[in-house]
Structures are given as C-alpha cells and as structure tokens.
C-alpha cells in the first residue's frame, strides 16, 4: 500500500517514523515550508522534512494546497491512503485524492475536543482522561467516520508538555494499528456520536493565556498547567509581563485579601489571590529573564 505522510511537528515525526521502521511504503511526505527564525532569521526546516530527508523520502512544500503543480506532483506517487498527523486542514481535492481515502490522528477522544489544541483544552478544563483518534477525513473539521480510538489518563502531575508526549507516542502505536488494519481491510468506521454536549478545543491565542484571578485556585491551577510549557498562562507582575509554568493551590483566603493581589516572603514563596484559595507560584519567567524556580527568582528580584 502506497503512503503519502502529512505533518509538521515533532508530534507528527512520531507516527511518521513509527510506520518507516515498521516497513510501510512511505512514498512521499508532505509538510510546511522552511521558515525563518532564531536570531539571524535563518530559514529552518520542519521536524518532518528532517526526518523524511534522513530516510529518503522524497519531500513537498506547498505554499498553498491547491496549487495545480503541487496536485499533479501529488497525484505522480499514485498515493492509495495518506495519513495526516498534525498538519494543516485539506481542501477536499486533497484528501478525496487517494482510493482509499485519508485518515486523520486526533489528540482526543472524538467527537470531544474538536480544534486545534485539544491536548491544551483537556488540560485547562480539569478533565481526568483523553485520549487519541483515528477518522477518515470528510468536508467538516474534525468530524469523520471513526476507526480506532484510544485512551489516555491525566495525571494531576501532567501538564500540556507531558501530555503531549504520552499522547504522540500512544499516536503513533494507533497510526502503525491503524494502517495494518485498512491494508488487511478489516477496520471500523463509526459515525461520530452527535447526541453529547461537547467540548470545543479551539485554538489558542495570547490574549486567551492571561490568568483571571477571579476563578477558583483550582481553575487557575489547571489553567497554567494546560499552558505549559507552551504558550504558558501570564499575569502582571512589578508591572511586567510574567509567564507561570508552575503553580499549586494553597492555603484558604482570609481577611481583606484583595483578588489578584500577591503575598510573599521575599525567600521561599511568591502566591496570588484567587477566589477561594492563594494560588502557590513554583516556577515563572518575568519578562526579560529566564525562567527560574521560585527560590531563584526571589534571591535576585526585590518588589
């Protein structure tokens, strides 16, 4: 069976290299173009392209998916199923391409977590349990035939980084699971359950990161562990902008504590008061700095 990869991310390289170790036929693999950054502006390419390059595979870079030249090259490696792992949404000319079709891998359990980022929004909502999805890809978002799914538990201690991580790996086993059944013929293909209240995972921006500190010190809690370490939830402090990566829920609020107030000893604790509880900062980056554990922060910074 002919393979056309799509992907960009490390997130994407897992599955990619999951199904060359394991003898699929990859005959092409599609991702973003090279792009300028870092210091310098230095153009560099995606995790994908790396990978694809180091075993081979012949690579494409369209600026734009419905580019004539882009789809007659496309249709020269006479794909029979592509697979697409954290890319960009297909126009139709694309995905409707193959004979078989092509399957998407999803960081949820569908139809909950629809978008793109539900590894985040899972996190921030407090939920106990994702997971990850395989679907042929239709016309709308996010919203076709399911083949297999799998779950995944969150652990108090995870945060999006670590959930990330187990979920790319439980994806890249269920793209490998995935491909070995479409190639024997024997796979589901369940309609998407319509009649739940779902959870929308739409995608995020800076001004979605910014703490309220009139939720909850659970709320908020699961809110920075949703954000990092990547885009990471920020606040004001000492008139700057300051990224928390870390945080845990302390003590009850007492008194005239004002919301969105701060109390610190100077040393060993820096805490915010939210609605119910002082939310504790383990680990932060002032804007300007590094990022530093509490301890270190307070040694070197004076209010």
Known sequence: ?????????????????????????????????????????????????????????????????????????????????????????????????????????????????????????AVINGDTETGV?????????????IIFAEKEPILQTDNAGTLHDKLMERGANLVLKTVRAIEAGNYPQIPQQMDVALKAAPKIFKETCQIDWNQSAEKVHNFVRGLSPYPAAWTILAEKNCKIYQSAIGDLVHGQSEIGTFKTDGKTFLAFCCADKWLNIKELQLEGKKRMGIEEFLRGFRF
């Open 133 to 145: 999805t395989t679907f042929f890809i239709q016309q709308e978002i996010d919203t076709g035939n």
């Open 1 to 121: 069976m002919r393979i056309v990869f799509m992907g960009t991310p490390d997130f994407a390289v897992a599955s990619l290299a999951k199904l060359v170790e394991n003898g699929c036929d990859v005959v092409a693999v599609i991702t973003a173009p090279d792009k300028p950054s870092g210091r310098g502006l230095q153009m560099h390419e995606t995790p994908v392209k790396k990978y694809a390059v180091s075993q081979n595979i012949p690579v494409l870079q369209p600026e734009k998916l419905k580019n004539p030249e882009f789809l007659e090259q496309l249709r020269s490696y006479r794909a029979d199923l592509q697979v697409v792992v954290a890319f960009r949404m297909l126009p139709e000319v694309v995905w409707n391409m193959p004979t078989i079709g092509t399957f998407n891998l999803h960081g949820s359990l569908l139809p909950q977590y629809r978008g793109a980022a539900p590894i985040n929004w």
